[in-house]
């Protein structure tokens, strides 16, 4: 199992506590499972910026891509 820490989180709103009790509720989770499972597909998000700043610039123009998508939807 992996490492575990116990987190308080405190001066979250009423509405925002509601809601996240409402998305509990209809996943059929309690909310001790449903937070721990939202708060770790927020933080899968932690490395997005690094990923994106790793790619090759493509220096592909807009008009480039426009005509593309244009050409794209023709074909269908």
Do not use: W
């Amino acid at each position: 199992m992996a490492d575990v820490r116990t987190l308080s989180i405190r001066n979250v709103a009423d509405e925002v506590a509601a809601r996240i009790e409402k998305l509990a509720a209809r996943a059929g989770l309690p909310l001790g499972t449903f937070a721990p499972q939202e708060l770790a597909e927020t933080a899968r998000r932690a490395d997005n910026v690094e990923l994106l700043n790793a790619l090759p610039s493509l220096a592909i123009d807009r008009e480039s891509i426009l005509e593309a998508l244009r050409d794209s939807r023709a074909e269908r």
